[in-house]
């Protein structure tokens, strides 16, 4: 049975989001979600990597026909449906709309145009009704291979990092481009993997698109912008009036990062408001560097952005409205902002910490509202690459990750990703698609930050490499030397470490060759603590010591426990 809508008598001459009633609004929206996540239901059902089957680095968006983002799924990365609308707006420039065609698909992976590095790829595809262009859905996934030096961070320019794809036509009338697609797999270690992948991506849009079809008929609507531009509005209201009941003023904060050997970073955020609106400005920040810990500015705004979105309007579903009121900007040239060529291979080192700068920055005004700085950003990467037994070639990441922070009211989250939101997934998976035994993954004792209310824990990991051949490592890691630090009196977590089962400590950031039977150690960082450490609820710490999250000596050393 059709639902039509319920519009009023002249919705032409109404707001938008007048013209729907509030209950038929959010039947709307709620399936116009729903939509989005069948979509993404469809790209891991399909894919081939454990990247996307079981660490969830991806996301699927519908958007109207102007490119901007309707509805994107519930468990993708912000950073992707945040970002995934300007690189569609880009394709738009390239594509104007009147050229796109039904079974279109538009791919790239450039840094500036979309998510800031190479293995992201963006596949874009038109969504049709009745003949008339109506809308646009749209995917990313990080890809097991894109050929040069692996995913790494010890590049000194955007070449050695792989194949770069500008802005071009994956299908044309659903049939695939070969000449592109031949000239892509001839450049990565797993083009079986990769190609499935990116077939799992035009699945997912055409899940989305199908649905929209079916979407409109049931309705009675001819195409989606009445309804975009309610749903747009709606989460500007949202946003607007949380940003107004924050007081007027700047606030600024510095936040120091590893960096690259003795290039230590340094982050420099301030943030204005000003009534309604909320602008975040990186002026200060350190210049860009000839190493891939760079950040372009696309995943600087969606860094910067997501965050705010968490603290001040958690509850509103995310889409083009819900970051109308904010802007961000940042030296043309600094590790925010770099210009091309610039490596950003691993430019989530950098991307990651904006979360615990913006909340560094709103600590004084919000209190109640931000978070300790987490041993979770950045996550800590390790990437091997090599042949197996059977001589086939495999390229697998480990995504575990680190403690969030602790927050005003609770601990923070163990071993949980923040800002983004990707994950480890199944340790079965990932040693029966390459030559790794996990022999042990752990929670870290007293890594997480003391403090009324403590830090999320970091966890430990020791994984063999059993392959008959060496293999290639690249690392990929931060809060060694700047663990994460507390909020309100709470202590900093516990930084992070690598090491190879000789005792060799090998550089956090770069790439090198273990040979067969070489364990390696990764033992990440954890959250920083919330409010003095001696307030802590002797309940709760009572807890932590049965837990083993804390030990005796640092609950009497860090808690003042007798």
């Given at each position: 049975?059709?639902v039509?809508?319920?519009?009023?008598?002249?919705?032409?001459?109404?707001?938008?989001?007048?013209?729907?009633?509030?209950?038929?609004l959010?039947?709307?929206?709620?399936?116009?979600?729903?939509?989005?996540?069948?979509?993404?239901?469809?790209?891991?059902?399909?894919?081939?990597?454990?990247?996307?089957?079981?660490?969830?680095?991806?996301g699927?968006?519908?958007?109207?026909?102007?490119?901007?983002?309707?509805?994107?799924?519930?468990?993708?990365?912000?950073?992707?449906?945040?970002?995934?609308?300007?690189?569609?707006?880009?394709?738009?420039?390239?594509?104007?709309?009147?050229?796109?065609?039904?079974?279109?698909?538009?791919?790239?992976?450039?840094?500036?145009?979309a998510?800031?590095?190479?293995?992201?790829?963006?596949?874009?595809?038109?969504?049709?009704?009745?003949?008339?262009?109506?809308?646009?859905?749209?995917?990313?996934?990080?890809?097991?291979?894109v050929?040069?030096a692996?995913w790494?961070?010890?590049?000194?320019?955007l070449?050695?990092?792989?194949?770069?794809?500008?802005?071009?036509?994956?299908?044309?009338?659903?049939?695939r481009?070969?000449?592109?697609?031949?000239?892509?797999?001839?450049?990565v270690?797993?083009?079986?993997?990769?190609?499935?992948?990116?077939?799992?991506?035009?699945?997912?849009?055409?899940?989305?698109?199908?649905?929209?079809?079916?979407?409109?008929?049931?309705?009675?609507?001819?195409?989606?912008?009445?309804?975009?531009?309610?749903?747009?509005?709606?989460?500007?209201?949202?946003?607007?009036?949380?940003?107004?009941?924050?007081?007027?003023?700047?606030?600024?904060?510095?936040?120091?990062?590893?960096?690259?050997?003795?290039?230590?970073t340094?982050i420099?955020?301030?943030?204005?408001?000003?009534?309604?609106?909320?602008?975040?400005?990186?002026?200060?920040t350190?210049?860009?560097?000839?190493?891939?810990?760079?950040?372009?500015?696309n995943?600087?705004?969606?860094?910067?952005v997501?965050?705010?979105?968490?603290?001040?309007?958690?509850?509103?579903?995310?889409?083009?409205?819900?970051?109308?009121?904010?802007?961000?900007?940042?030296?043309?040239?600094?590790?925010?902002?770099?210009?091309?060529?610039?490596?950003?291979?691993?430019?989530?080192?950098?991307?990651?910490?904006?979360?615990?700068?913006?909340?560094?920055?709103?600590?004084?005004?919000l209190?109640?509202?931000?978070?300790?700085?987490?041993?979770?950003?950045?996550?800590?990467?390790?990437?091997?690459?090599?042949?197996?037994?059977?001589?086939?070639?495999?390229?697998?990441?480990?995504?575990?990750?680190?403690?969030?922070?602790?927050t005003?009211?609770?601990?923070?989250?163990?071993?949980?990703?923040?800002?983004?939101?990707?994950?480890?997934?199944?340790?079965?998976?990932?040693?029966?698609?390459?030559?790794?035994?996990?022999?042990?993954?752990?929670?870290?004792?007293?890594?997480?930050?003391?403090?009324?209310?403590?830090?999320?824990?970091?966890?430990?990991?020791?994984?063999e490499?059993?392959?008959?051949?060496?293999?290639?490592?690249?690392?990929?890691?931060?809060?060694?030397?700047?663990?994460?630090?507390?909020?309100?009196?709470?202590?900093?977590?516990?930084?992070?470490?690598?090491?190879?089962?000789?005792?060799?400590?090998?550089?956090?950031?770069?790439?090198?060759?273990?040979?067969?039977?070489t364990?390696?150690?990764?033992?990440?960082?954890?959250g920083g603590?919330?409010?003095?450490?001696?307030?802590?609820?002797?309940?709760?710490?009572?807890?932590?010591?049965?837990?083993?999250?804390?030990?005796?000596?640092?609950?009497?050393?860090?808690?003042?426990?007798?």
């Amino acid at each position: 049975m059709s639902v039509r809508p319920s519009l009023r008598q002249h919705p032409s001459a109404t707001a938008p989001h007048e013209a729907f009633d509030p209950v038929t609004l959010e039947i709307y929206w709620s399936r116009l979600i729903s939509i989005a996540d069948e979509a993404a239901a469809g790209l891991v059902r399909t894919a081939f990597s454990t990247i996307v089957r079981e660490s969830n680095d991806y996301g699927t968006v519908l958007m109207d026909r102007n490119g901007n983002s309707i509805s994107e799924n519930t468990g993708g990365l912000a950073s992707f449906s945040c970002i995934l609308p300007r690189t569609t707006r880009a394709f738009l420039e390239r594509f104007p709309a009147e050229t796109w065609r039904p079974g279109d698909c538009v791919m790239t992976n450039d840094p500036w145009l979309a998510t800031g590095h190479l293995p992201d790829f963006t596949l874009v595809t038109p969504i049709f009704h009745r003949g008339r262009l109506v809308g646009f859905s749209g995917s990313i996934s990080h890809s097991p291979d894109v050929g040069g030096a692996l995913w790494s961070a010890d590049c000194r320019e955007l070449f050695e990092e792989g194949i770069r794809i500008p802005p071009a036509r994956f299908l044309r009338e659903g049939r695939r481009n070969d000449d592109l697609v031949e000239v892509l797999l001839a450049n990565v270690r797993v083009p079986r993997q990769v190609l499935g992948d990116l077939d799992a991506q035009v699945t997912a849009n055409e899940v989305c698109a199908r649905r929209v079809e079916e979407f409109l008929d049931d309705v009675g609507l001819d195409d989606l912008q009445g309804l975009a531009e309610a749903v747009h509005t709606r989460a500007d209201t949202a946003m607007r009036r949380a940003v107004a009941a924050v007081p007027d003023g700047t606030y600024s904060t510095v936040l120091e990062a590893d960096g690259f050997d003795d290039q230590v970073t340094r982050i420099v955020c301030t943030v204005t408001v000003t009534g309604e609106t909320m602008h975040i400005d990186y002026a200060g920040t350190s210049p860009q560097i000839d190493r891939g810990i760079n950040c372009v500015l696309n995943y600087t705004h969606a860094y910067s952005v997501y965050p705010v979105k968490c603290a001040l309007d958690p509850f509103t579903p995310r889409n083009e409205g819900s970051y109308r009121a904010l802007s961000v900007s940042a030296p043309e040239g600094s590790i925010l902002n770099p210009r091309y060529p610039a490596p950003v291979g691993a430019r989530q080192l950098t991307g990651h910490l904006l979360a615990d700068a913006v909340y560094g920055a709103l600590a004084p005004v919000l209190p109640d509202r931000v978070i300790a700085q987490s041993g979770a950003a950045p996550s800590m990467r390790a990437i091997f690459s090599g042949t197996d037994r059977n001589g086939d070639r495999f390229s697998q990441v480990l995504f575990a990750t680190g403690g969030m922070g602790a927050t005003p009211h609770s601990d923070g989250l163990s071993t949980t990703s923040f800002p983004t939101n990707v994950g480890a997934g199944s340790i079965e998976a990932l040693e029966s698609a390459s030559p790794l035994l996990v022999w042990r993954k752990q929670l870290r004792p007293d890594s997480g930050g003391a403090g009324r209310f403590r830090g999320g824990l970091g966890q430990e990991a020791e994984i063999e490499v059993r392959s008959s051949t060496p293999v290639r490592l690249s690392l990929l890691s931060d809060r060694r030397d700047h663990p994460p630090l507390g909020l309100a009196g709470g202590a900093p977590g516990a930084g992070s470490m690598i090491r190879l089962g000789d005792g060799t400590v090998p550089h956090p950031k770069s790439r090198t060759t273990i040979a067969p039977g070489t364990r390696l150690h990764m033992i990440y960082a954890g959250g920083g603590g919330f409010g003095d450490p001696r307030t802590r609820d002797p309940a709760a710490l009572a807890r932590d010591l049965q837990d083993g999250y804390v030990t005796a000596a640092a609950a009497e050393t860090e808690y003042g426990a007798e």
